[in-house]
């Protein structure tokens, strides 16, 4: 999992989109609203185990554990903006741990902020919050890193704060002026669930540390929602270009539940801190304890300075396309960059990539966790639910322009409502998180949004959208799921991945498929009757023309000679044997989810094609290139999986080169159509060895 950088203590962010620390199920009793009994406890519980329980509820992991370090041995960086602080080791080693501390220590620590040896702590931890935690589940939680961890001896790091900052007396004072330390005292008028969420929420979650305003002091503005400063709780803050958003009358109880047990629901992905939050902690939670956290949640008014999350029962349905699609910079933006996982619509992909539609963090009144993703990138959560993590790579490439583009684009698309990002937000976020790009590719990605400058732009956008949308224009002549898409990734602009760019200026060429000079016309009529399983196109109809114009408009300023970086898909190496029970295997567990358990593709409740079928009567014939094991071997290794890793621009790519040949064979050899055709072929030139000679 990657480290990410946590301002005070869990800096949440939900939107999209490591390794699992493993420990026993808990079993935690019902919800009470008596105060002794919102401890975590359950007949036949060890002390011990109940404990495990709580450190979950608390998040202890997370904050307390480095970058591939060992669980709570300390170490983790917390950015503040006064300097940064490293958690404390709380394994029980007696050196370097809290193995000596008493629980008298203990428990003045976690409720006062104060160490054993009498020094104030930053409050990065969130000790306001943990002073509400009733004396049960302290004593748990104690005996827990007492006699439940493994103890590691890993010194301290020094805190690196900037004076004043650096003098921790000071804190004497901010403790008087800002900690209760009063216990959680339940509300008599409300009922079991509300109390124990209330008291999940409000203590060890510590859920205000991030959602929740600060103050002049750099204090919680609310430690709860009683009182006059209640309006404040859980409101949302913006800290350090992120959007915790306002959790205040969040959604249904069950979608709430459900977001914080997988990392997503129908209107939403976690990403940021928060998804090492929901794969480290509140996965873990019992469900009554999620219905009580989503149930107090509710409860609350909604924030003033955030839009009404909408709660309807229904499921959320794509909207129809935006009429700035293909008519704005932003649109043509977003169908090139986005639109392959989020869908044209707006969507998403239900499991795997997030809608934009109804997207909290999409129609926020501030777009810097917006921007953030888009610059820096996100995962999904790993859940038992969604072991899969899914990864959208970074766009900090894009200029500042282009994002705010693609971002105002997206927010004011499929009944979002929100005010435009400008380039100008975009360049102050970036200052501010100075972004990497790693990539060495001297492949120049062309811009779709520059279709619109083009002295013939209808038609250029014409032909970009029937290789976009293929089947959906040109019905009568594909006859399957595939597209031009298909093979020829986000319109043709990916490196590696069948780029159209320059591919005009190399026609007529010799094919030897077919033993002579073709045209373009010719090699796209090809793709129709092969890789589309359909019917040519007329050679002087208005859609093949619109076709060729765009290959032209790809063209650019490339010349029969010229080499064009990135163009194919690249080649493996065919001394490599194939190994189907392999292929069938990495199959399984990476190309099932969008392609299907039998090949079949993945498709909508409404029957419309997602992701194509790789076998099956709809899917491509014996004749097409992915047919073939190499071909195929070659194409997968650099753009399949998506969302697999950080590449730019569809986190393509990743399998091994034998993972990548074994997949290939088990999938290219499955029963598809046949071409009957495929006798004609390499009349003059030899067969390759992998060429598909029967049905």
Known sequence: MRNIRRPLAVLGSLFFFGQAVQAADPAPGPANADASALAASAPGT???????????????????TSEKGPPLAGGRELATPFGKVFSTNITPDKQTGIGQYSFAQFDHAMRNGVAADGHNLYPAMPYPSYAKVSDDDMRALYAYLQDGVAPIKRPNQPAEMRWPFSMRWGLMFWNWAFLDGMRFKPDAGRDAAWNRGAYLVQGLGHCGSCHTPRGIGFQEKAMSDAGSNGKYYLAGATVEAWRALSLRHLWTVEDTALLLKTGQNR????????????????????DDDLIAIATYLKSLPPGQDEQPVPSVPERVQPSKLSDALFSTRGGLAYVQFCSNCHREDGGGVESIFPPLVQNPTVSSADPVTLVHIMLTGSQTAQTATHPRVWTMPAFARLSDREVAEILSFLRSSWGNNAKPVTPYDVAK???????????????????LADLLAAPNAAEVVRGMRLHLETRTLLPQHVGGDLTCNSCHLNAGTVADGSPFVGLSAFFPSYAPRVGKVITLE?????????????????????DLKAMVAYFDWMKGEFKPEDKVPGRGTGKVDRTIKPNVENGKRVYVEQCAACHGNNGEGLRRAD????????????????????ARTYTAAAFVKRNMPISFSEKFPLGQGGLSDQDAVDVAEYFSH??????????????????????????
């Open 522 to 542: 010719e090699r796209i009529n090809g793709c129709f009757r092969r890789s589309m399983n359909g019917v040519v196109l007329p050679i002087d109809g208005a």
């Open 46 to 64: 060890t002390l011990v185990t109940r404990g495990e329980y709580v450190a979950r509820l608390g998040d202890c992991v997370a904050c307390h």
């Open 607 to 626: 029957g419309s094609v997602v992701f194509p079928p790789l076998w099956g009567v709809r899917s491509f014939n014996v004749g097409a290139g992915m």
């Open 429 to 447: 976020i970036r200052a501010e998180l100075d972004p990497k790009t790693t990539d060495s590719s001297k492949f120049e990605t062309p811009r």
């Open 267 to 286: 209107f939403s992905t976690v990403s940021g801190s928060m998804a090492e939050v929901i794969h480290l902690s509140s996965q873990h939670f019992s």
């Open 670 to 695: 499955m029963p598809r159509p046949d071409f009957p055709d495929k006798v004609k072929d390499w009349p003059k030139d030899p067969k390759p060895s992998d060429a598909r000679i029967e049905n």
